[in-house]
């Protein structure tokens, strides 16, 4: 069964700071997207990667894939009251239907003006 | 352009009892998804639909399954409620007859109680 880990679970930090969450896998996958999702709505695509080592940067969001394309990181650099949320990471499997995506429990962020 | 929406938004059911819930695909994109969301838990894929036909399925029973129609909106039905289907059950749209890229879009989600 191909898991998706995420840690931490749960991050509380104050306005300003800056974060890293984690996303890893023992599973090779053909790309891995990261999305957030607030309370009482669906989960929005934030970005996909693709590319083993590739980096992608989204204002104050930096998303690492890496290199085995097993895992991958999004760091957050001074974080806002607005950013908070639930983190998901997903990954789609090699041969996969479309729109068939693994993913792991999510890091909930809570940032605190 | 519309987005991809969802009815109902919540419902409480009692066990034993069955549900169909519905789902407009985003404006252009004939494939579907279903998830189901527990609570602290990350979606699960149910199953996927593709040009009216059933095109994957995850790890849930035969009392889960769907329909897609020809203007590509989608209904899921649960037969014989369990409290453990309490969950929100969220439908996603793409663009399909490509690879999986991932980049789904998500209805808000039907939240569904079953007591």
């Known amino acids: 069964t191909q898991l998706l880990e995420q840690s931490p679970q749960f991050l509380s930090i104050q306005e300003g700071e800056n974060l890293t969450v984690y996303c890893n896998s023992s599973s090779v996958f053909s790309s891995l997207q990261w999305y957030r999702q607030e309370p009482g709505e669906g989960p929005v695509l934030l970005v996909t990667v693709v590319t083993g080592g590739e980096v992608k940067k989204l204002k104050r969001l930096t998303f690492q894939f890496g290199d085995a394309r097993k895992d991958s990181s999004l760091h957050i650099t001074a974080a806002q009251p607005g950013d908070t949320g639930l983190y998901l990471c997903a990954g789609a499997r090699y041969g996969g239907s479309q729109g068939n995506l693994i993913f792991g429990k999510g890091t909930k962020l809570s940032v605190k003006p | 352009e519309t987005g991809v929406t969802q009815s109902p938004t919540h419902l409480i059911k009692t066990r034993g009892q069955q549900v169909t819930l519905r789902c407009s695909s985003q404006s252009g994109h004939n494939t579907v998804s279903w998830y189901q969301q527990a609570l602290g838990q990350g979606p699960q894929f149910i199953f996927q639909y593709y040009r009216e036909e059933e095109n994957g399925r995850g790890n849930f029973p035969p009392r889960f399954s769907g329909l897609q129609f020809p203007n590509y909106s989608s209904e899921l039905n649960v037969n014989a409620l369990e409290l453990d289907d309490s969950a929100l059950y969220l439908c996603?749209?793409?663009?399909?007859?490509?690879?999986?890229?991932?980049?789904?879009?998500f209805g808000e989600g039907s939240r569904l109680t079953v007591l």
């Open positions: 996603a749209s793409c663009p399909g007859g490509g690879r999986n890229t991932g980049e789904l879009f």
